[in-house]
């Protein structure tokens, strides 16, 4: 537990000291967020906000996890997927700033790398992890063999759980809360699991880094983190659901993700079918937005609901590691 508490704690550090500067540099270059003209009114005026935060995020992740770490395979399983994944949202990310539009990566770009990753995550679980390819199904206590699906699987969780967390990504600060929040949880899951002292150190780190960068992306926001931060967060959120076995587990510690990600789904399956808005505005944080919430209010919400999954998650995890 002594490393975890190191890492995590040293990962906010250089979040704290790095991020002013790097803001400074985003600034002097002029990186900075392109605002869809679809989006709320009030968001406007965040446009030319400094982006790519998720730079900052991963290597205060990345310094203290590579030297504390004993590069176990499942922690190196998770560590890889999510670095691809915030590769591959840093070269969105830049595709948009050098477009100067909020359309960044074709999405057969972004397919074809999303199933790649899902390809090595799936590898390194199986091959070199020992990772069974079977679907535990903890709160019915059962498990289902899947054979060749088992990639299929892994490829449902990447792409489910980066796409929602970058949908999240839509108010100060509420994807990284919440996203702390999930990994706070795979802290415990973790610890609790004989021989997984890399993978706590990694969510640690991970935790540690999303609450140091807060301390930026809290509203006001003066930098976002864009989707390098969103979907390696996804992609290292889904990794360890993968190696812990908690893929089906997944949907509720991550109920807030999947709340953004349904609002989504049903608002355009509403629209196509019925040609009717279920929501004012999807995602759902921004249908509250135009209800007239305060944006502080909705993530503080938000927060609370995602500390209420992340907590039944756990709770159904333990009691199925007991029986």
Request: charged share 15%.
């Amino acid at each position: 537990m002594g490393e975890v508490l190191i890492g995590g704690t040293a990962a906010l550090l250089i979040c704290i000291f790095l991020s002013p500067r790097f803001i400074a540099f985003l600034r002097t270059r002029e990186f900075g967020q392109f605002i869809r003209e679809e989006g709320p009114e009030g968001h406007h005026e965040k446009a030319g906000t400094p982006t790519m935060g998720g730079i900052i995020v991963f290597t205060a992740v990345s310094i203290p996890f590579l030297i504390l770490c004993d590069y176990d395979w499942r922690a190196i399983g998770v560590y890889g997927a999510a670095m691809a994944c915030a590769l591959l949202g840093f070269a969105d990310d830049f595709t948009k700033i050098v477009r100067r539009r909020s359309l960044g990566l074709r999405a057969r770009t972004k397919l074809v790398v999303t199933i790649a990753i899902s390809l090595g995550l799936w590898y390194i679980a199986t091959k070199q992890a020992g990772v069974s390819g079977t679907l535990r199904l903890r709160s019915i206590d059962a498990t289902v063999d899947l054979g060749v699906f088992y990639p299929l699987l892994i490829y449902l969780v990447v792409a489910g759980t980066t796409s929602a967390v970058n949908l999240a990504d839509g108010l100060d600060g509420l994807a990284a809360g919440c996203a702390a929040i999930v990994l706070l949880a795979y802290i415990a899951i973790t610890f609790i699991t004989a021989g997984e002292a890399d993978l706590s150190l990694l969510a640690g780190c991970l935790v540690g880094a999303c609450v140091g960068f807060l301390w930026f992306n809290a509203f006001p926001a003066t930098i976002f983190m864009g989707d390098t931060g969103s979907l390696g967060l996804g992609g290292a959120i889904a990794g360890l659901a993968v190696m812990t076995k908690t893929e089906e587990l997944l949907i509720i510690l991550g109920g807030i993700f999947v709340v953004e990600a349904l609002s989504v789904l049903i608002q355009v399956f509403s629209f196509q079918t019925l040609r009717k808005r279920v929501f004012l505005m999807a995602p759902i944080h921004h249908h509250f937005e135009i209800l007239g919430w305060s944006e502080t209010k909705i993530i503080l919400r938000f927060w609370i609901v995602a500390a209420v999954c992340a907590a039944i998650g756990f709770t159904i995890y333990q009691h199925s590691v007991a029986a």
